[in-house]
């Protein structure tokens, strides 16, 4: 009965507001703008040929726009506008967008391939159907590429016209085999996929090989064009007086002289390096987040184990290219600096270096995400508990040395802060914003990130070697040498001028390197056949975890566009640095905030389009469509609402 | 000691010395330790912190205890324990109804210390080496920033003899015209130091010289504060443009005389 009134209610309710609709349009369209009774009446009197002076002069505004249109010459657009948005910044999103998507499809291959050899060598179907899940993202994610790419193309030859020309005639001999080589890619990329279980082996393997091989050169021409946009030349000691000259591989006017010396530019080969790792770690964290989601989504314990062991191996990926990305976007950074002090400066003490102190807390967020999914992951297995004090002195190192790689060298305080500290920077703080601080914070990082997978490849496991006492002790001392020796270079580097404290990284670098090596060859037969005190237990692992592999994914996203950006942005006003000017109503750097902005925007598509690529990937494991199973599904639900 | 507030580090140290004593449980170390660090960061230097260096660290502080807290089943049942029980057993229903007031009236004060804070202009950080542009004009002349060097600097080794007295003529410049800002010394600390903010550059200090080009000091003598770029301004600086007033050649000398005063050699064009 009371259903009955709600329902009258209502229906009177929406019979009043249709009314309440009909009435308000009606008043407003009473109301509009009308022409002078006057008029009307002028115009009844002149008759209907004849123009009122408004509308005459409507109609030679007209006649005269028409006549100027019909006389203008042609001419070649040197830029065109989006509305809203603008040119920049629809480039930019369009660009970042094909490079995701990029770095994902020339990732996933590589890890796929290294995981199927695996499976080859130790003859366990396990890894090959892990491949095998991993190279499912690849098929829609290369269209996704291929979109975006030509999205951007058409973007760059609509939108900047001139620019795309000049770059067409630099580098118009290596379009077509690049296109060669994206065919050759479609070619590896689908035979690979569909070939899976079709063919040996062997001939799978070096399907994987060949796509690989091809992806790679299909990103190094690339890299040549965004490089040269940036140093269109080389360094080279020409006058042999010790001192490198700048060999520009444009003329003053921009008219190619070698093409040789704008594709082996000055940056070329540390982008590639960069971009290689980059990709890698970027790869395996969205894998990680696709088998995370797989994961939230299973309905079964098989399913659980299944995708937990896809995210551990996907993030294990990431983590273990990750270590080394820091050195090589250092040496990346290096060589800007070296090529043009005003590029170095303008990233390093100008504008953009706010940007890096946003790079250490997501980088530092990204240490603390692997490293807590490490933590969790140790009650797969029987007998974690005995590794869980270490924890707390892990983390303590963590945040201690994210803090000092997040401390600025000059914070953003007010009046009266910095009329406290005397000055932009803190009198005790500021030592931690200098380089000598943020090289150890990041060497001693890599070493606790490592401490905490040698702790979790030891859980519930117990070595049988008959020297591991010896073996133990050995890694425990190259561990604290490689620290102790991090410490005492960042230290010794306050007391020396800059350019030896720079020198200092190599030694930094180098101790941690040759520690993770000489740690791991000791840790392999120390660990081999060792006693297990229960077995992995995959899927049993807090959902928690899940989520920061999601976090981790996202945050590498970000790290990517933000990066970008600077690397981009840095040269300014040039669309070629020192050659070609950018005179477009864009060539001025926008705000720190807005950038960011813009990153945050794309990152947020980037995963909405990696959504539906997860979600296309999981339907081939769905049921198949039977339409009996559905009329059944169906009348179970009638019967049920009936109910 | 340190430029820290040892009263206030003692007594947070003595609280935690506290909480050892009587085995606190989990909950309260990890309250306790974000607490204790807001209160460091707050008060525990000499030279209070700036808001947004302590906001960074307390948002690392606030996830790294987070990740602590859920880092394993047991860990997050032994943080979440005193919390249920709190909610569920009786006897704590006092200190619940005194939670459920204080929690509130935190956040409600936080409001009111954040709004009721005076009123001040914003601050400007100052850029210390503002990027040089790609090239410059200098009485006429081209300068192109990236491979322009000093061009009596090989004399040091070609032909010592000018070399000595370019360096001379650099010497001379400098106690004209520099030193009442700069100093005796090159510490930054002339006469009229103490009236300019910013202060003028310190020529001593390893980060400046030894890490820029000639070319780069040559451009901040030459054109001083009206040549700083347009990024980064408003610019405070008092440097005159000195090339209104000295010949090019006056100002590569002044240029060589304060790398060879302080020992440091310019940086080269390549190197890292």
């Known amino acids: ?3 009955n009134r709600i329902l009258f209610g209502i229906g009177v309710l929406a019979f009043v507001s249709v009314i309440v609709t009909v009435r308000l349009g009606g008043f407003l369209v009473d109301n509009e703008y009308r022409q002078p009774d006057r008029q009307v009446a002028a115009q009844e009197e002149l008759g209907e040929a004849e123009l009122v002076p408004r509308q005459q002069g409507i109609a030679d505004e007209q006649a005269a726009d028409e006549a100027e249109a019909r006389a203008r010459p042609y001419e070649e657009a040197e830029y065109r506008t989006v509305p809203f948005v603008g040119s920049r910044v629809t480039v930019w999103v369009l660009a970042q967008l094909h490079l995701l998507f990029a770095a994902f499809v020339l990732a996933v291959p590589l890890f796929a391939f290294i995981i199927e050899f695996v499976g080859y060598v130790k003859k366990e179907e396990r890894y090959n159907k892990l491949a095998y899940e991993f190279t499912k993202l690849l098929s829609v994610s290369f269209s996704m590429t ?7 193309t058409f973007a760059l030859i609509i939108l900047y016209p001139k620019f795309t020309n000049y770059l067409m005639h630099i580098f118009s001999p290596t379009f077509l085999p690049y296109v060669l080589l994206f065919f050759l890619e479609a070619l590896f990329l689908y035979s690979y996929y569909y070939g899976w279980g079709k063919f040996g082996p062997r001939m799978h393997l070096f399907l994987g090989f060949m796509l690989n091989i091809v992806g790679t050169a299909i990103m190094f021409i690339a890299n040549a064009w965004l490089t040269f946009m940036m140093s269109p030349g080389k360094r080279d000691d020409i006058d042999g007086d010790g001192v490198p000259d700048f060999v520009s591989a444009v003329s003053e006017s921009g008219a190619l002289l070698s093409l040789r010396d704008a594709f082996f530019n000055f940056t070329w080969m540390p982008i590639n390096i960069h971009r290689i790792i980059a990709n890698v770690a970027f790869g395996g964290s969205i894998a990680a987040a696709y088998a995370a989601f797989r994961y939230l989504q299973a309905k079964s314990d098989e399913e659980r184990a299944h995708f937990d062991w896809m995210g551990y191996v996907g993030n294990f990926v990431a983590i273990i290219a990750f270590l080394p990305l820091p050195f090589a976007g250092y040496y990346l950074a290096a060589e800007i600096y070296a090529f043009s002090q005003t590029l170095g400066i303008q990233m390093m003490g100008g504008t953009f270096s706010w940007l890096f102190v946003l790079q250490a807390a997501l ?36 945040a201690l040395c994210f803090a000092v790689w997040a401390t600025p060298r000059y914070a953003i305080s007010s009046v009266s802060e910095i009329a406290a500290m005397g000055g932009s920077s803190h009198p005790q703080l500021s030592y931690l914003g200098q380089m000598s601080a943020k090289n150890t914070a990041v060497n001693i990082l890599i070493l606790s990130t490592y401490m905490s997978f040698l702790l979790y490849r030891r859980t519930g496991r117990q070595s049988i070697h008959p020297h591991r006492q010896l073996l133990t002790r050995a890694q ?4 604290s040498s490689a620290a102790a020796l991090v410490i005492f270079y960042g230290v010794y580097g306050y007391f020396v001028d800059s350019a030896t404290r720079i020198r200092f990284a190599i030694p930094q670098v180098y101790s941690v390197l040759a520690a993770l090596v000489v740690i791991t060859v000791i840790d392999l037969p120390l660990y081999r056949n060792a006693a297990q005190s229960g077995e992995t237990k995959w899927g049993r692992i807090p959902a928690v975890s899940q989520y920061a592999l999601i976090f981790i994914a996202l945050s590498f996203t970000w790290l990517m566009g933000l990066m970008g950006y600077v690397r981009s942005g840095l040269r300014q006003e040039w669309h070629v640095y020192g050659v070609i000017l950018d005179t477009s109503p864009d060539a001025y750097t926008p705000s720190l905030g807005f950038a960011t902005q813009v990153v945050s925007v794309t990152v947020l598509i980037f995963f909405g389009l990696i959504g539906v690529v997860f979600w296309l990937s999981s339907l081939s494991g769905k049921k198949d469509y039977a339409p009996g199973a559905a009329a059944e599904d169906g009348g179970r639900l009638e019967g049920g609402q009936a109910a | 000691m340190l430029g820290l507030n040892l009263p206030v580090v003692i007594v947070l140290a003595a609280v935690g010395g506290v909480l050892a004593w009587r085995r606190a449980n989990t909950l309260t170390w990890l309250l306790y330790t974000w607490v204790a660090l807001w209160a460091f960061f707050k008060y525990g230097f000499a030279v209070p912190i700036p808001q947004s260096v302590a906001t960074i660290y307390l948002g690392i502080t606030g996830l790294a205890l987070v990740c602590f807290a859920s880092s394993s089943r047991e860990r997050l049942s032994e943080t979440a324990q005193p919390i249920v029980r709190l909610i569920l057993e009786p006897r704590y229903r006092l200190a619940l109804a005194g ?5 509130p009236a935190l956040a409600a004060y936080n409001v009111y210390a954040d709004l009721n804070v005076p009123l001040e202009a914003p ?28 061009p009596y600097l090989h004399y040091n080794h070609d032909d010592p003899e000018l070399y000595g007295e370019h360096l001379e003529n650099g010497r001379r410049i400098y106690y004209e015209n520099c030193f009442w800002c700069h100093g005796d010394g090159m510490g930054g600390d002339g006469m009229f130091a103490h009236g300019l903010n910013p202060v003028p550059s310190n020529f001593n200090d390893v980060g400046t010289l030894p890490i820029l080009q000639s070319s780069f000091v040559h451009w901040r003598i030459a054109k001083g504060a009206p040549g700083l770029p347009g990024a980064g301004t408003p610019w405070d600086s008092m440097m005159p443009a000195w090339e209104k007033f000295l010949t090019t050649e006056e100002m590569w000398d002044v240029n060589l005389f304060i790398y060879d005063f302080n020992g440091y050699e310019p940086r080269a064009l390549g190197q890292h």
């Open chain 2, 123 to 150: 601050g400007f950080g100052r850029e210390v080496h503002p990027p040089p542009p790609t090239e410059m004009t200098v009485h006429d002349e081209t300068v192109d920033m990236a491979t322009a060097e000093n």
């Open chain 1, 363 to 398: 980088i530092g967020n990204l240490f603390l995400g692997a490293n807590y999914y490490l933590w969790l992951g140790m009650g797969r297995m029987e007998g974690g508990v005995h590794f869980q004090k270490f924890i707390k002195w892990l983390l303590i190192a963590i």
């Open chain 2, 99 to 103: 939670l459920l007031v204080a929690l």
């Open chain 1, 146 to 152: 291929a979109t975006f790419g030509a999205f951007l």
């Open chain 1, 1 to 3: 009965m009371t259903r």
């Open chain 1, 476 to 479: 425990a001392i190259v561990f």
